[in-house]
């Protein structure tokens, strides 16, 4: 239904582990084209954002909360953004 769904916490223990910076990419209208209860797609707009890296360099295992919380409020912003 293009609703943002609750985030998992193994990609933020790989970020952190690697300190590779979260590339937040967003897509409005997915659901649109093909919704989980239908086995055909139809044609329809779909808008892509994609937000400012977040640099994980500063967070540790400890911080895996933090991190998650802030990925998940810039999520938020771009899926508000119009």
Known sequence: DGTLQPF????FHMAINTKTPILPVVVKGG?????????Y??????DVQVGD??????YSINDV?????????VFKKLLNDK
């Open 41 to 46: 797609i139809k044609p329809s707009i779909i």
């Open 53 to 58: 890296p977040i640099n994980v360099k500063d």
């Open 65 to 73: 909360d933090t991190l998650l919380n802030k990925t998940q409020s």
């Open 31 to 39: 659901f649109r084209y093909k919704p989980k209860n239908r086995w």
């Open 8 to 11: 998992k916490k193994g990609g």
